[in-house]
């Protein structure tokens, strides 16, 4: 089984989070796969801004995920662990890259996207980061 190492963010701005729907109709958040000893956390902006045309700043680590799934184009089982990070973006401005196969997404307030976001690891994932957003937004002012 390939392994692959990716990053990603969970992106707030005020009591919202960034979600996207991809080419498949899947409610998602913005991530993509360290290559060439890229560090995770600039990884996970540069996805951030390339996916969803966002600008954010990460505020702290939001933990791990994996899961698993068969490739078709490469007829293999593919074996991804993403590395999550909270950001803070200033404004809801985005720009979807539709370029990327994305039909959709921006920010939505939190109950309104854990019930549109597809899997629920991500949906865990969004509850407890926006928990920890909550209490590092109160610190930081």
């Given at each position: 089984m390939r392994q692959r190492n990716c990053a990603g963010g969970v992106v707030f701005t005020n009591d919202k989070v960034l979600i996207l729907c991809n080419e498949k109709?899947?409610?998602?958040?913005?991530?993509?796969?360290?290559r060439n000893g890229e560090l995770a956390s600039n990884v996970a902006m540069a996805r951030v801004k390339h996916e969803a045309g966002v600008e954010a700043k990460?505020?702290?680590?939001?933990?791990?995920?994996?899961?698993?799934?068969?490739?078709?184009?490469?007829?293999?089982?593919?074996?991804?662990?993403?590395?999550?990070?909270?950001?803070?973006?200033?404004?809801?401005?985005?720009?979807?890259?539709?370029?990327?196969?994305?039909?959709?997404?921006?920010?939505?307030?939190?109950?309104?996207?854990?019930?549109?976001?597809?899997?629920?690891?991500?949906?865990?994932?969004v509850r407890l980061s926006f928990d920890k957003y909550l209490v590092l937004r109160k610190v930081n002012t």
């Open positions: 109709g899947e409610w998602v958040l913005p991530k993509g796969i360290i990460i505020l702290a680590p939001a933990g791990e995920t994996r899961y698993e799934f068969f490739s078709v184009s490469r007829r293999a089982p593919i074996s991804n662990k993403i590395n999550w990070f909270i950001m803070q973006a200033s404004s809801e401005d985005h720009a979807i890259n539709k370029e990327e196969g994305f039909q959709d997404g921006g920010f939505y307030p939190v109950e309104e996207a854990t019930d549109l976001i597809t899997y629920s690891q991500d949906r865990a994932l």
